[in-house]
């Protein structure tokens, strides 16, 4: 190969590859076959994280994380994350029983995870009380079931963005957990972010939300697309 072709070569795989300097991760909150997860990886490079829905917003434990993630270990995804999204209303189940239930299903089917995600968004009074100080106390309740269950504070994360986490948390500071923020501006970096509640570096940053990539005939469902610099905190 010539050097001006091999120069060429090299600075498109540069730009169609920004996983050369990062990495790229996936979450799904639907079920995900083994030839679902392997189609990302072959049509986006740089895709290494799978993160799946292990707690549903009705307060259940979802039905499909614990196979979602033994597909995506089949698929050689190197990092599997599940996240939950809470139920923090007086009718749910306690933060507790939450976390326990989670837990305990995916170790009672064998499923490999590392890390797991605590999701804290949406309009208050509708996933989460209108009370600051009582969503605080539900948040320290899941991590203390988390920790109970033999978790560390570098396995235990929070999933939230500056406009969120205000309402739903006040001024409360868990910058002792990586956190994981949205912004769905499509860029590969965190060159957007702005520190808030004690969180000065983010962990990973979901770039694009409901991404369909038409695998499978078009039955793959759609999925949100993460950024991260660096597995240090994973």
Not at 94 to 101: D, I, K
Request: aromatic residues 14%; hydrophobic residues 40%; proline residues 4%.
């Amino acid at each position: 190969m010539a050097a001006s072709s091999f120069f060429l070569v090299a600075a498109l795989l540069a730009v169609c590859i920004p996983s050369a300097v990062a990495g790229l991760g996936l979450d799904v909150s639907s079920s995900y076959s083994t030839s679902s997860w392997s189609c990302w990886r072959n049509v986006n490079s740089g895709f290494n994280v799978a993160i799946v829905r292990a707690g549903r917003s009705s307060g259940t434990v979802d039905p499909n994380a614990a196979q979602s993630l033994k597909n995506a270990q089949a698929a050689g995804y190197a990092y599997r994350h599940v996240y939950i999204f809470p139920c923090a209303h007086s009718g749910c189940p306690s933060a507790a029983s939450q976390a326990n239930n989670v837990i305990d299903n995916l170790r009672g089917a064998g499923a490999p995870f590392s890390k797991v995600w605590i999701d804290v968004e949406g309009p208050v009074g509708t996933y989460w009380t209108s009370s600051t100080s009582t969503n605080q106390q539900f948040l320290i309740n899941m991590i203390g079931a988390l920790k109970g269950k033999g978790l560390t504070t570098a396995q235990i994360g929070i999933y939230t963005s500056k406009s969120q986490w205000p309402s739903i948390m006040g001024s409360a500071d868990f910058h002792s957990y990586a956190l994981w923020y949205a912004h769905y501006d499509g860029v590969f970096d965190f060159s957007d972010f702005s520190s808030f509640n004690g969180w000065t570096t983010p962990c990973m940053k979901q770039y694009a939300g409901n991404q369909a990539l038409g695998c499978n005939g078009g039955s793959t469902p759609a999925a949100d697309k993460n950024y991260y610099s660096s597995t240090s905190c994973f």
